[in-house]
């Protein structure tokens, strides 16, 4: 059995990485769209092209609104995701479990950059989207997991009704 050479693993490792598709960390005013995601819990990166689009607004009260989105499975959803604050907030969807586990890792690590295709990261007064499609039927959530945001209660919940058949 031959040795792995671990700094040649490394590098490998790091190009693959950096090939992936990337998406700012800046103010969010793109739709993040990749053209093939990995699957999560609750869907799939989406197109915009025949999404369906709705607004949500946050502000500093640490709600958003509306606090509860209703799709159909297999329906892509585009959300426009507007600050109407004075401090920075994001969007992001996922498990209510994946979420606790993330707010709970910003609070240890608060500059700690996170940029994935189901989360946006909004400056005040501007607005940024996401493009999502939800493949898989359930109840899921999203927050701002800014530190002290989701513990505030910045949160909401997105239900995910079964496709007819």
């Keep these: 059995m031959k040795a792995v050479n671990v700094s040649r693993t490394g590098a490998i490792a790091l190009a693959l990485f ?3 598709p990337a998406w700012s960390h800046g103010d969010g005013e793109e739709t993040k769209v990749a053209a093939a995601g990995e699957q999560k819990a609750w869907g799939i990166p989406g197109s915009t092209k025949g999404a369906r689009t709705i607004e949500v ?3 500093d009260d640490m709600r958003f609104r509306p606090h509860r989105i209703e799709v159909r499975q297999g329906e892509t959803i ?3 995701v507007r600050n109407r604050g004075k401090v920075l907030h994001e969007m992001v969807v ?3 479990q994946e979420l606790r586990e993330h707010a709970a890792l910003m609070k240890k690590f608060p500059k700690m950059e996170h940029d994935e295709p189901y989360m946006t990261h909004v400056k005040p007064g501007r607005k940024g989207s996401i493009a999502w499609n939800f493949n898989r039927a359930g ?3 999203f ?3 800014i530190p002290g945001h989701f513990d ?3 949160t909401g919940t ?3 009704a079964p496709a007819k058949p």
């Design 18 to 20: 950096m090939a992936l």
């Design 57 to 59: 607004r946050m502000g």
């Design 78 to 80: 585009r959300f426009v």
């Design 94 to 96: 996922g498990t209510p």
């Design 139 to 141: 109840e899921f959530q």
């Design 143 to 145: 927050a701002c997991l």
């Design 152 to 154: 505030a209660g910045m």
């Design 158 to 160: 997105i239900v995910v």
